[in-house]
């Protein structure tokens, strides 16, 4: 890789993530640093990037024509896992598929492969695990739960969820994430409601009184500006394109 450049700040979504690691590869330099503007803010030292659909998708695609499509999911569940040194990990293995191709997810000597190999199936293990575990609290209009899983398995386990014959309305909240998983009637999403002024629930019947008011009365709007990994293609239905404005 080439000499050490700038530090790169994002806005916390998988596209934002891309379009920091597409400003990086082009600068020609490694990275000193990629972080979630969310938790480490806006600093004058760091290059703030603008989340950019178009440049998301362009990298995503570039991941899967240059390497594979193995390589392009991994790089998508990956960025699910609480991993120490994520960002620059994902940064590595980016470069790495656009560098030398396909051969780089069998590059069982590599550890930063093995580590990533093995982080995205604890998540994969963590999702399965919490799908059939999940306890739901049964108000009279809606079924709640609250998790706190250690890796970001929520869009993983949205359509499995959705799917459950036995719920009607439902709300799952991700506490440790602030990933809230809502259906009303034929609608559902998933969105990050941490910029919310509420109190954070702990319990289902926590998030049945607190959640659920705000659920039942929220718009569905398509308009939402935020950025979603249906913009490139990622295969979860990561949409947050539930609007709590009233």
């Given at each position: 890789m080439a000499a050490q450049g700038d530090k790169y700040t994002y806005d916390g979504t998988f596209e934002g993530y891309l379009c920091a690691v597409l400003a990086a590869l082009r600068s020609g330099k490694v990275p000193v640093s990629i972080s979630d503007r969310r938790t480490a803010g806006f600093t004058d030292d760091a290059i703030n990037v603008t989340t950019s659909f178009k440049d998301a998708q362009y990298l995503y695609h570039m991941i899967s024509v240059k390497s594979s499509a193995e390589v392009q999911q991994m790089t998508a569940d990956y960025f699910l896992t609480d991993s120490t040194g994520l960002e620059i990990n994902l940064y590595k293995m980016i470069f790495c598929s656009l560098k030398y191709g396909a051969r780089v997810a069998e590059d069982y000597k590599s550890e930063l492969m093995r580590?990533?190999?093995?982080?995205?199936?604890?998540?994969?293990?963590?999702?399965?695990?919490?799908?059939?575990?999940?306890?739901?609290?049964?108000?009279?209009?809606?079924?709640?739960?609250?998790?706190?899983?250690?890796?970001?398995?929520?869009?993983?386990?949205?359509?499995?969820?959705?799917?459950?014959?036995?719920l009607d309305d439902l709300i799952v909240f991700d506490r440790r994430h602030c990933l809230m998983l809502g259906r009303k009637g034929a609608n559902d999403m998933l969105t990050d409601i941490r910029q919310i002024s509420i109190k954070l629930p702990e319990t289902g019947s926590e998030a049945y009184e607190i959640l659920w008011p705000a659920v039942k009365d929220a718009k569905f709007d398509v308009r939402f500006a935020g950025a979603t990994s249906a913009c490139v293609g990622i295969p979860r239905d990561y949409e947050p394109l539930w609007s709590m404005a009233q």
């Open positions: 580590g990533i190999q093995m982080a995205i199936r604890d998540l994969y293990r963590e999702a399965q695990s919490l799908l059939s575990n999940i306890e739901f609290f049964r108000g009279e209009e809606a079924s709640c739960a609250v998790i706190n899983p250690h890796n970001l398995v929520l869009p993983l386990i949205r359509k499995p969820l959705l799917k459950r014959e036995e």
